[in-house]
């Protein structure tokens, strides 16, 4: 009969917290927020050069090993240890990471960005697991075991690094890495082990971003083994779509309400096997998916965070990695049929995180990255700026600048 006073008291005590001197960044950013109404600012290069500047320093950060810090956090709820500033290096996104910083190396000819993303690949190289996995987690923090959805996106990585460089190392951590996945996999397209210890288990319609990974694979060895395993995985994610193009078995931890994160997931794996293994279904379910979503964006950029079945909002929150994400999917995916209702809502997508991202901050930990939610205090990756929210900000962005000017109505 105590808890709601207990909770009470805990909403004192956090709101007490927010002027506590070791949150003043956070408190800055609040502020900025409240000062000024969001909206749909038009990409620019400067928004992409500020968010690949942050993934520098996120590197830099995380130590001389070449993985990329997971992130900054500005601010922790009361009675938590969860660290303040740079958090450690984190293998998942460090893998995906590479394949941003050589295509942005290749836009600006930036021969840093090259050497930055090879010094990834070759820190993925050292910590791959002797059965050809990569851990989920934080690099350092918990014990390393292996998980499946942390190897597909890795395996992005050392295939890009295999295609830039030509040394085989890369290619042959890439094979035992797609191994490792096909050991996990079912005949129906489950993976039925390999479950990241960090959210609930079981398989997850948005493994099919893995299913990519492993095509591409498929693709650069030429190899139909790894192309009808990832079929195989595009079959079930096609399994858990409603009619109105809502996933079932499509989040971390609630399935009931999933993440535009991993909606975003799911719809770049679709419309990528779609692509790559010739798919008609694939490309017609990713655009089921984004009709409804093109509709749902508000005219200033604004999408909920996650969503109830039926496409109800569960939240009043912005998940930002989310919203960069399925703005690349419907930019990528109107340049190929011309969608220009799909373009206009990427357009306004992509353009509230760049107002999002254009909130003053003084701090080298927050200026130019992709903060988990918007407002801050939003509860996906809350007070904290993310490598992989900026990582997939940046390639939006490059998107959209790579469109034709017409297109782009730059």
């Given at each position: 009969?105590f808890?709601?006073?207990?909770?009470?008291?805990?909403?004192?005590?956090e709101?007490?917290?927010t002027?506590?001197?070791r949150?003043?960044?956070?408190?800055?950013?609040?502020?900025?927020e409240?000062?000024?109404p969001?909206g749909?600012?038009?990409?620019e290069?400067?928004?992409?050069?500020?968010?690949?500047a942050w993934?520098r320093?996120?590197q830099?950060?995380?130590?001389?090993?070449?993985?990329?810090?997971w992130?900054?956090r500005a601010?922790?709820p009361?009675?938590s240890?969860?660290?303040?500033?740079?958090?450690?290096?984190?293998?998942?996104?460090?893998g995906?990471?590479?394949?941003?910083?050589?295509?942005?190396?290749?836009?600006e000819?930036d021969?840093?960005?090259s050497?930055?993303a090879?010094?990834?690949a070759?820190?993925?190289?050292?910590?791959q697991?002797?059965?050809?996995?990569i851990?989920g987690?934080?690099?350092?923090d918990?014990a390393?075991?292996?998980?499946?959805?942390v190897?597909?996106?890795?395996?992005?990585?050392l295939?890009?690094?295999?295609?830039e460089w030509?040394?085989?190392t890369?290619?042959?951590?890439?094979?035992?890495?797609?191994?490792y996945?096909?050991?996990?996999l079912?005949?129906?397209?489950?993976?039925?082990?390999?479950?990241?210890?960090?959210?609930?288990?079981g398989p997850k319609?948005?493994e099919?971003?893995?299913?990519?990974?492993?095509a591409?694979?498929?693709?650069?060895?030429?190899?139909d083994?790894?192309?009808?395993?990832?079929s195989?995985?595009?079959?079930y994610?096609?399994?858990?779509?409603?009619a109105?193009?809502?996933?079932?078995?499509?989040?971390?931890?609630?399935?009931?309400?999933?993440?535009?994160?991993?909606?975003?997931y799911a719809?770049?794996?679709?419309?990528?096997?779609?692509?790559l293994?010739?798919?008609?279904?694939c490309?017609?379910?990713?655009?089921?998916?984004?009709?409804r979503?093109?509709?749902?964006?508000r005219?200033?950029?604004?999408l909920?965070?996650?969503?109830?079945?039926?496409?109800k909002?569960?939240?009043?929150?912005?998940?930002?990695?989310?919203?960069?994400?399925?703005?690349?999917?419907?930019?990528r995916?109107?340049?190929q049929?011309?969608?220009s209702?799909w373009?206009?809502?990427?357009r306004?997508?992509?353009?509230?995180?760049?107002c999002?991202?254009d909130?003053?901050?003084s701090?080298?930990g927050?200026?130019g990255?992709?903060?988990?939610?918007?407002?801050?205090?939003?509860?996906?990756?809350?007070?904290?700026?993310?490598?992989w929210?900026?990582k997939?900000?940046?390639?939006s962005v490059?998107?959209?600048l790579?469109?034709?000017?017409?297109?782009g109505?730059?």
């Amino acid at each position: 009969m105590f808890r709601p006073w207990k909770r009470a008291a805990r909403s004192v005590l956090e709101n007490l917290s927010t002027y506590h001197p070791r949150h003043r960044e956070a408190l800055e950013i609040v502020r900025a927020e409240r000062a000024a109404p969001p909206g749909a600012v038009p990409p620019e290069r400067r928004h992409l050069n500020a968010a690949i500047a942050w993934i520098r320093r996120a590197q830099n950060a995380a130590g001389d090993g070449g993985g990329v810090a997971w992130g900054y956090r500005a601010r922790r709820p009361v009675r938590s240890r969860d660290r303040l500033g740079w958090i450690g290096p984190y293998p998942e996104t460090t893998g995906y990471i590479i394949p941003t910083m050589l295509r942005y190396a290749r836009l600006e000819v930036d021969p840093e960005a090259s050497r930055s993303a090879r010094r990834m690949a070759d820190w993925e190289l050292s910590i791959q697991l002797p059965d050809g996995g990569i851990q989920g987690g934080i690099y350092g923090d918990q014990a390393a075991t292996s998980s499946t959805f942390v190897t597909g996106q890795v395996l992005f990585g050392l295939m890009a690094a295999f295609r830039e460089w030509g040394d085989i190392t890369y290619q042959r951590a890439a094979i035992r890495a797609g191994d490792y996945l096909l050991e996990c996999l079912d005949d129906t397209g489950r993976f039925q082990k390999g479950y990241s210890r960090f959210c609930a288990g079981g398989p997850k319609a948005y493994e099919v971003r893995t299913g990519l990974a492993l095509a591409e694979l498929g693709v650069m060895l030429e190899r139909d083994t790894y192309k009808q395993a990832a079929s195989r995985i595009a079959d079930y994610a096609l399994s858990c779509q409603d009619a109105d193009g809502w996933f079932r078995e499509n989040d971390l931890d609630f399935h009931d309400r999933p993440l535009t994160h991993t909606i975003g997931y799911a719809l770049e794996g679709l419309h990528g096997l779609g692509v790559l293994l010739h798919r008609q279904d694939c490309l017609e379910a990713a655009a089921r998916t984004l009709n409804r979503i093109a509709a749902l964006v508000r005219e200033d950029g604004f999408l909920a965070g996650r969503w109830f079945s039926g496409w109800k909002p569960a939240v009043d929150w912005a998940c930002l990695t989310g919203s960069s994400q399925i703005a690349g999917v419907l930019i990528r995916i109107q340049d190929q049929c011309g969608n220009s209702a799909w373009l206009d809502a990427g357009r306004r997508l992509l353009g509230f995180v760049c107002c999002a991202q254009d909130i003053p901050a003084s701090s080298p930990g927050l200026a130019g990255g992709i903060r988990g939610s918007y407002p801050f205090h939003g509860d996906y990756g809350q007070w904290c700026v993310l490598n992989w929210a900026t990582k997939f900000f940046a390639d939006s962005v490059m998107d959209y600048l790579q469109l034709p000017p017409v297109a782009g109505v730059r």
